[in-house]
């Protein structure tokens, strides 16, 4: 069958009515991964009472404190990121396999003549907060919802010819339509004849709904994330009398994330009506931020460090780049329903992003110089997320972040036993709750997509669990090395598109079963 394709690329204009970023954008770049040293992930990140560690130092900055020499440490990852999707049956799995450096830290001490100020001491370290380096494809057969269904809902209320393109029109230009601010989605739909209008502001899916039973769809999504977050921290402490330590942190963050998404829907031909589509985007976020943590660490006895620290939230000034078209697909002889421009530039928008803060309280014992036991727990509230754009006014979208984001608390801890002066063993476990809310996570909410995206789907997390263990070695007093393994076992929800309940819109959400295995190889001098 000869098919005829239209295709639709479209320009993203910003401008102070325009918001780019919705309430998934803020949860994506307020998400950390569990980063630091071979040492420290060995014990599940459970560092905060400990100090003298470099992970110790960037979950409680009091930790450069404890330090009593100088130290020159670097991190190398391997990491493997296994991902299977599971849509009622359907499942497709993607591997990936990444090396990177974690960390590189310089820690200073400068001890000082002072009874009760015992040291000051200072440091620079580079640590990657997230990768966010992953392939990953969903596959659906025989549903019943399609993304056509989901963008004649959110077109509704705005005109034919507010969607439609025609000579000397351009609906991407917001002068022409009175500043008002227009579902970038919804043009595209339109104007490639997905959706066709019922009266001047309703619409409907080109696919014939008015027989659900015959409604079926197969569809296939495949995304390619690459990115990171980093860090580069500046810190400072102190040591009182070896009983308290106090510590200030200082960092910059980097953010670099490209998304690159393939969306298709199949159904069953009739003539005159569309027969699928293909919808393709593009995404690139840069930016920097800055944060400032402080904490605290007591040892009221040798055998017992306690420690508490907050982390500010991170204030980042961004940008996104992004653009996206769409082919419809139509049986022979059928006519394309509309006319798009061939528009192919990059659209670019400013905004900010304030992250939310993070407290962490800390407990660990100390027995002798054979064995340590650490137990870190932290809180940190998603729902003060918080999204603006370049002038500093607030996006609509805060208010669903605080519907549908919670406090989530992380559970870490660890253990290390010292079989020798040179050798030592560890083992940890971490446990993240997910500050997705229940209903929100389960599809009984809609995700509100931003109104110039045209990226519509969307990954809900669960509860993550990681398992480490490791092994430390001292070639010399000052030399070592260190090696540690981990597992990450996560499953969320993806869905190809939001479900809008109250419209009767459901997407069948497909288990995204994410398990990350990492090794990590660090080596440090003291002196």
Not at 79 to 94: Q, W
Not at 134 to 155: E, F, P, Q, W
Not at 258 to 283: A, C, H, M, S
Not at 381 to 408: H, T, V
Request: contains cysteine; negative net charge.
């Amino acid at each position: 069958m000869n098919k005829y394709i239209l295709f639709v690329a479209i320009l993203f204009i910003a401008s102070l009515h325009t918001y780019g970023q919705g309430e998934m954008d803020a949860f994506k770049l307020s998400r950390n991964d569990q980063m630091g040293t071979a040492r420290g992930i060995s014990m599940g990140g459970a560092f905060g009472a400990l100090g003298a560690e470099v992970t110790g130092v960037a979950q409680n900055p009091a930790g450069i404190g404890v330090y009593r020499s100088s130290e020159i440490v670097a991190t190398m990852d391997f990491m493997s990121n296994n991902i299977e999707t599971n849509t009622e049956g359907f499942k497709s799995e993607t591997s990936k396999f990444k090396f990177a450096f974690d960390n590189v830290a310089y820690m200073g001490y400068m001890p000082l003549s002072d009874n009760t100020f015992k040291s000051f001491n200072f440091g620079f370290s580079y640590n990657r907060l997230k990768n966010f380096d992953r392939n990953y494809s969903m596959k659906g057969s025989n549903l019943t919802r399609s993304l056509t269904d989901y963008i004649a809902v959110i077109s509704n209320s705005y005109s034919n010819r507010e969607l439609g393109i025609r000579d000397n029109y351009d609906p991407y230009n917001l002068d022409d339509t009175g500043g008002e601010t227009l579902p970038w989605l919804g043009i595209l739909g339109y104007n490639a004849g997905i959706i066709n209008p019922v009266s001047n502001t309703e619409y409907e899916s080109a696919w014939p709904a008015e027989d659900p039973n015959n409604y079926i769809v197969d569809n296939i999504l495949d995304v390619s994330e690459r990115g990171h977050i980093e860090s580069y921290d500046f810190s400072m402490g102190t040591n009182i009398s070896n009983i308290l330590y106090l510590g200030l942190t200082f960092s910059i963050t980097d953010v670099y994330y490209n998304l690159n998404t393939n969306y298709t829907e199949d159904f069953i031909p009739i003539q005159g009506r569309v027969t699928g589509y293909y919808l393709e985007n593009w995404k690139e976020t840069t930016g920097t931020g800055y944060q400032v943590s402080v904490g605290a660490i007591l040892k009221p006895v040798d055998q017992l460090r306690l420690g508490v620290a907050y982390h500010s939230p991170t204030w980042y000034n961004l940008q996104d780049a992004r653009n996206g078209y769409l082919d419809a697909l139509l049986p022979d002889g059928g006519e394309p329903y509309g006319y798009a421009p061939d528009r192919e530039e990059i659209a670019y928008t400013d905004y900010k992003l304030q992250t939310p803060g993070r407290w962490v309280l800390s407990a660990a014992g100390i027995f002798g110089t054979k064995a340590i036991l650490s137990i870190d727990y932290e809180y940190s509230d998603y729902s003060k997320m918080n999204l603006k754009n370049d002038n500093g006014f607030e996006y609509p979208d805060n208010d669903y972040i605080k519907e549908d984001f919670k406090g989530a608390s992380t559970l870490k801890s660890g253990i290390e036993y010292r079989v020798n002066p040179q050798f030592s063993i560890r083992a940890g476990y971490c446990w993240a709750q997910s500050p997705v809310e229940k209903d929100f996570k389960n599809g009984k909410r809609e995700a509100m997509l931003a109104l110039n995206s045209t990226m519509p789907h969307l990954t809900l997390e669960g509860d993550a669990n990681t398992f480490s263990y490791g092994l430390g070695y001292k070639f010399t007093p000052d030399f070592y090395i260190d090696l540690a393994f981990s597992f990450k076992a996560q499953t969320d929800n993806l869905y190809a598109f939001s479900n809008i309940p109250e419209a009767g819109i459901e997407s069948i959400p497909s288990k995204f079963k994410n398990n990350t295995y990492k090794g990590l190889l660090t080596l440090g001098y003291k002196f």
